[in-house]
């Protein structure tokens, strides 16, 4: 769970408990009818007195639908403010500064996939992968930055910027405490032959 999404449940939890309740106004809808959101929660989205525990089980149901990308929860006197913001779906997957690691080598690793949803999750396990890929490599000061690009109104590119930093190179190996095998056995089973 990211942290602002930990923020946001434990504010949830800490709103003092209402008596009378309070209506739910939701902002954001484009392509999602209120009816498609009613579908996404167990809670009345009509009642004019939802409690913060009803709230809670809104937010939490909506925040694992792939259909909602975010939600900002703003609380005023008299009603709940719930803007939501879509999910969009991947139109392309670009990787920019990649010199060592081919694309196709890294688009066949990732979670995401063109004509999928966005997924936050996804986008956070893709970088993970990334950087080991490099990691492997050699590359122990990589760095990778996932940014969405509005393609059209209901679709992103997705990009990866990756900062390769130097390659790591192996000096030298010594091998200690082995009386059986010569050092020049040992690097000739560990440095494949081309």
Do not use: C
Request: aromatic share 10%; hydrophobic share 40%; charged share 25%.
């Amino acid at each position: 769970m990211s942290l602002k999404k930990t923020i946001l449940f434990i504010s949830l939890l800490l709103l003092p408990l209402i008596v009378n309740g309070k209506n739910i106004e939701i902002k954001g809808l484009s392509r999602l009818s209120f009816d498609d959101l009613q579908a996404l929660t167990s809670i009345d989205l009509t009642s004019n007195k939802i409690s913060n525990s009803e709230l809670t089980v809104i937010v939490q149901e909506l925040y694992v639908q792939d259909l909602i990308y975010d939600l900002i929860l703003t609380e005023y006197e008299d009603r709940f403010v719930l803007e939501l913001e879509e999910n969009n779906l991947i139109q392309n997957i670009y990787f920019n500064n990649n010199s060592w690691v081919e694309d196709q080598i890294l688009i066949e690793s990732i979670h995401s996939k063109q004509s999928s949803l966005i997924s936050k999750t996804d986008i956070s396990k893709d970088i993970e992968i990334i950087n080991m890929i490099y990691k492997s490599k050699g590359f122990f000061d990589v760095t990778t930055i996932a940014k969405l690009e509005t393609f059209s109104q209901d679709r992103v590119n997705l990009i990866f910027e990756i900062y390769e930093g130097k390659r790591s190179k192996l000096n030298s190996i010594k091998f200690k405490g082995n009386k059986t095998f010569s050092g020049r056995f040992y690097l000739q089973t560990l440095i494949p032959k081309s």
